[in-house]
């Protein structure tokens, strides 16, 4: 299995424009998460999925954030419109509930100018 | 407080100690995991924890569930170790908690 495959690694953007980020889970996993992390705050968790449907998306910041996984191999993180402070690494990961396994992507790197 | 505290949060050593690295958490878990994070790359897990002792190479990790307390052990510590280590508690295959890590480096 090739991992969690995160494009893009990075992003440069405007402020005010659409930011997609895009990410494959490993295969068979069920469980599968979006994170971000700054200097200040360190990893923090934004939204979570179990079999495709969103249990606990209180992390997510505003309204400007949404996050989609319409199948079991494949989510979207979408910021729009991006604001400078929305520049962080994000992380997707996912996990398997039978073993626990926990895989992270390579992230992708948004910078939001 | 937060839930997950790790200790030291920097630690410099020389090529050949050995290293360890604490993790304390408060609340209760199904598993620890060990994350390794080099400078600008990805976040790799070293370890899934739910008891006991685990070793990989020169990487030896160690849980007390009663105490709430895991340590990341590393022997003849090498410059290709410096990274931040961090220590994330979870329940289940659920979200993780993670603690605020411990940037270590080791000089040659």
């Known amino acids: 299995d090739a991992g969690v495959i995160q494009s893009p690694r990075h992003e440069v953007t405007e402020m005010g424009q659409e930011v997609t980020l895009r990410c494959k889970p490993i295969?068979?996993?069920?469980?599968l998460f979006w994170y971000r992390q700054t200097m200040m705050r360190g990893l923090e968790l934004l939204i979570y999925?179990?079999?495709?449907?969103?249990?606990?998306d209180s992390g997510m910041p505003e309204d400007r954030f949404s996050a989609k996984m319409p199948n079991a191999s494949f989510s979207t993180l979408k910021i729009q419109p991006s604001e400078p402070r929305d520049s962080a690494v994000y992380f997707c990961?996912?996990?398997?509930?039978?073993?626990?396994?926990?895989?992270f992507g390579s992230g992708t790197r948004l910078t939001v100018v | 407080k937060n839930e997950v505290e790790q200790s030291p949060q920097n630690l410099t050593a020389q090529e050949g100690e050995f290293i360890t690295i604490n993790c304390s958490y408060s609340?209760?878990?199904?598993?620890l995991h060990w994350l390794q994070q080099h400078p600008g790359g990805g976040i790799v897990s070293l370890f899934m924890?739910?008891?006991g002792k685990k070793k990989h190479g020169r990487l030896i990790a160690t849980i007390n569930i009663q105490e709430k307390h895991s340590s990341l052990h590393i022997t003849a510590s090498h410059p290709r170790d410096s990274a931040v280590y961090i220590c994330?508690?979870?329940?289940?295959?659920?979200?993780?908690?993670f603690g605020q890590g411990t940037r270590l480096t080791i000089n040659p």
């Open positions: 990961a996912s996990s398997d509930s039978t073993s626990y396994g926990y895989t």
């Open positions: 295969s068979g996993h069920d469980y």
């Open positions: 999925f179990n079999n495709n449907v969103p249990i606990d």
């Open positions: 609340v209760g878990i199904s598993a």
């Open positions: 924890l739910s008891s």
């Open positions: 994330a508690v979870g329940q289940g295959a659920q979200k993780l908690v």
